[in-house]
């Protein structure tokens, strides 16, 4: 079974420039959650979708921040536009069902902001 | 709020005995995940525990006690490959799955 993957592994961009990242939970997978974690502080949750549906956005720093799960697939999280403090390694994870079921993590992206 | 605390680094020689440890303080409480992330790599499922005690599984155990708001995770006959960070995580105690996480505990394995 494949597992949670991230795409791109990498992105670097400058201040002001717009990036999309782009996950794709295991297959069956119906919660899907993005995290990030900035430099020398904890992964932070952003948002969870069931879905199609955004189940809790609590986590979303503020509206330069779109994430969209369209067909209950696969997830973007774009970024528009990026400013430095966005820098950071953004996760993904998904699991089979909501109530304290494991979460199962990609990779990563690692952003950077010029 | 939650917060969880753990070690920021730990040091340990291979084939030796290494207890990582976290607190945590929730309203709620929903277990407790440890997940393992070697650098640049994702962060991947160790253990869950709900119930108080201590659960095996190979090389590595996990402990909860959850009057005290504190577990653990022990990892035996230390290999160099255990070089990691380890994170404990939380389930949001507000009903829904986000993950509270902590800093994590940076296990360096010597020679």
């Known amino acids: 079974e494949a597992g949670v993957t991230q795409f791109p592994s990498h992105s670097v961009i400058e201040k002001g420039q717009t990036v999309t990242l782009r996950c794709d939970p295991i297959s069956g997978h119906d919660n899907l959650y993005w995290y990030r974690r900035v430099m020398g502080k904890e992964i932070k949750f952003l948002l969870h979708?069931?879905?199609?549906?955004?189940?809790?956005e609590s986590g979303m720093p503020n509206n330069r921040f779109l994430a969209e799960r369209t067909g209950g697939t696969y997830s973007t999280l774009k970024v528009q536009p990026a400013e430095l403090e966005d820098s950071g390694v953004y996760f993904c994870?998904?699991?089979?069902?909501?109530?304290?079921?494991?979460?199962?993590f990609g990779p990563g992206t690692r952003l950077t902001v010029l | 709020g939650q917060n969880i605390d753990q070690p920021t680094e730990m040091t340990a020689t291979e084939g030796a005995i290494v207890q990582i440890n976290c607190t945590y303080q929730t309203s709620g409480f929903n277990g407790l995940f440890w997940y393992q992330q070697h650098a640049g790599e994702a962060p991947t499922f160790l253990s869950y525990?709900?119930?108080?005690g201590l659960e095996e599984k190979g090389r590595f155990s996990s402990f909860l006690s959850r009057s005290k708001g504190y577990s653990y995770l022990l990892l035996k006959e230390l290999q160099m490959k255990d070089s990691a960070s380890y994170l404990c995580a939380v389930p949001f105690s507000g009903g829904y799955n986000k993950l509270i996480f902590g800093a994590g505990t940076r296990l360096a394995v010597h020679p």
């Open positions: 979708f069931v879905k199609e549906s955004k189940q809790d």
């Open positions: 994870a998904s699991s089979q069902d909501q109530i304290t079921d494991t979460q199962y």
């Open positions: 525990n709900v119930l108080d």
